[in-house]
């Protein structure tokens, strides 16, 4: 199985920074990574996929880098919507894709 | 735009089976996988399997003795049911679509397993 290692598991940021969220995985997904974000008592929504091309209606202050082995989601400038869970997943391994254990991001 | 909708007893006794039922609106259950995802305090998000429109199932390795799933194209509608559940499989179900990873998601049913 491969292990999905997401840091920090908390993040405080005030509103209009710019937030850093890093994944790891062991041994290496190639490009096949996605971002979610998921709210209290919501689904998880799909941000980005093939670690760095943004889903539908996502908007383009989020963004996400790496490859291999290294990931990063960038949120350019919080917003108050912006203040949730964040979990990286591979899917290289298909038909067994993990998910990291998240990040929260929370209002400084 | 695609919807997805999970539906089934919120509560099940253990050693029975779990069984959900996703419904799919606005939109076709093919040419697409579909795949069913749990979330727990003590496990995060855990991947149950996926079926294709045809049929074809893959099972995570962890369930595969208790899990099935099963797919009926003129309801568009897929199903998954979980045998001799303990209070490890308490969860949130969610159903979701795959287009290259999981692309839309069912808002999610709270399953307690519990006598």
């Known amino acids: 199985e491969i292990v999905m290692t997401q840091s920090p598991a908390t993040l405080s940021v005030s509103p209009g920074e710019r937030a850093t969220l890093s994944c790891r995985a062991s041994?290496?997904?190639?490009?096949?990574l996605a971002w979610y974000q998921q709210k209290p008592g919501q689904a998880p929504r799909l941000l980005i996929y093939?670690?760095?091309t943004r889903a539908t209606g996502i908007p383009a202050r989020f963004s996400g880098s790496g490859s291999g082995t290294e990931f990063t989601l960038t949120i350019s400038s919080l917003q108050s919507e912006d203040f949730a869970v964040y979990y990286c997943?591979?899917?290289?391994?298909?038909?067994?894709?993990?998910f990291g254990g998240g990040t929260k991001v929370e209002i400084k | 735009q695609v919807q997805l909708q999970e539906s089934g007893p919120g509560l099940v006794k253990p050693s029975e089976t779990l069984s959900l039922t996703c419904t799919v609106s606005?939109?076709?259950?093919?040419?697409?996988?579909w795949s069913w995802i749990r979330q727990s305090p003590g496990k995060g998000l855990e991947c149950i399997g996926y079926?294709?429109?045809?049929?074809?199932?893959n099972y995570n390795p962890s369930l595969k003795s208790r899990v099935s799933m099963s797919v009926d194209t003129s309801k568009n509608q897929f199903s998954l049911k979980l045998s001799s559940v303990t209070a490890a499989d308490t969860a949130v179900y969610y159903c979701?679509?795959?287009?290259?990873?999981?692309?839309?998601w069912g808002q999610g049913t709270t399953v307690t397993v519990s006598s």
């Open positions: 979701a679509r795959i287009y290259e990873t999981m692309d839309v």
């Open positions: 606005g939109g076709s259950i093919s040419p697409f996988y």
């Open positions: 079926i294709y429109y045809t049929g074809s199932t």
């Open positions: 041994p290496s997904v190639s490009n096949s």
């Open positions: 093939g670690a760095s």
């Open positions: 997943q591979q899917y290289n391994d298909w038909p067994h894709p993990t």
